[in-house]
């Protein structure tokens, strides 16, 4: 597994931006696949946007298209999520995810990740 630890959350004005980080440490293999996943109060975690860390490809949810873009520093071991035209919707716990390897299943199955930070909170207020 992978240690990971997010940063970069904050409260904001709706149209707004932030950049969240999260750092990966303590791990033998580089993940596969890393993701940001967000949980608002009272609904289930769901995907925000995921990478192949090896191909670069990346994948977005329908909601967040456009807005947030997903990229990683490999030389600092750093994933991060810029998040841009921020609306009040996107309010959440933000949490990093890391996975091992590839299969055949929907990017944001969760079971695919192994790995979870503790969370950053992101707050847009209108």
Same mark, same amino acid.
């Given at each position: 597994q992978v240690q990971l630890v997010e940063s970069g959350g904050g409260s904001v004005q709706a149209g707004g931006s932030l950049r969240l980080s999260c750092v990966a440490s303590e791990?033998?293999?580089?993940?596969?696949?890393? $993701?940001?996943?967000?949980?608002?109060? %009272?609904? !289930?975690?769901?995907?925000?946007?995921?990478?192949n860390t090896v191909s670069g490809n990346r994948y977005y949810a329908d909601s967040v298209k456009g807005r947030f873009t997903i990229s990683q520093d490999n030389a600092q071991n750093t994933l991060y999520l810029q998040m841009n035209s921020l609306k009040p919707a996107d309010t959440a716990m933000y949490y990093? $995810?890391?996975?091992?390897?590839?299969? %055949?299943? !929907?990017?944001?199955?969760?079971?695919?990740?192994?790995?979870?930070?503790?969370?950053t909170q992101v707050t847009v207020s209108s």
């Open positions: 791990y033998t293999t580089r993940p596969y696949l890393m $993701a940001w996943f967000r949980q608002a109060p %009272g609904k !289930p975690r769901e995907g925000v946007a995921a990478m990093c $995810a890391a996975g091992p390897g590839p299969s %055949g299943r !929907p990017w944001f199955t969760q079971e695919r990740y192994n790995s979870w930070g503790q969370g």
